[in-house]
C-alpha cells in the first residue's frame, strides 16, 4: 500500500492514516491501494522567507504531543540553520495549560540532554 501525506508533519497524518485504515478494518471493508491525509491548515505548513529561511506553523489546536513532533519537525528541516520557535498558550487544554506545556518541554530537554 502506498501512503503519502500533503506535507512533513509526520505525526499528524500518521496518526489519521492509522484511524482510517482501523475503521476500513473493524468495518471489514477492503482496505485501497493508496492512502492520501490531507493535513489541516496550520499543521506542519512551510512557508519558504527570504535569505534562505523556512518558516514552519504548526498552530493547529496545539496539544504537548503535537508541540513536542513540531520541535522534532523543526530541528530536522532547520539543519545548520539558525532555529526559532514561538509557543503560545494551549488554551484547550484549561487551566492547567501552562504547567502542562511547561512539563512537556523540560521532558524534551531531559531526553535532549539539555538538563
Known sequence: MLYQQSRAAEHDGDLRAAAALA???????ARPARVDVELSRWRGEEVPLPGGGLLINDAYNANPMSMR???????????????????GTMAELGPDAGMIGAAAMAR???????G
Do not use: N, Q, S, T
Open 23 to 29: 475503521a476500513l478494518d473493524a468495518l471489514g471493508l
Open 69 to 87: 513532533a513540531a520541535l522534532e519537525h523543526l530541528a530536522a528541516r532547520g539543519g545548520k540553520r539558525r532555529r526559532v520557535a514561538v509557543l
Open 108 to 114: 524534551i530537554e531531559l531526553e535532549k540532554g539539555g
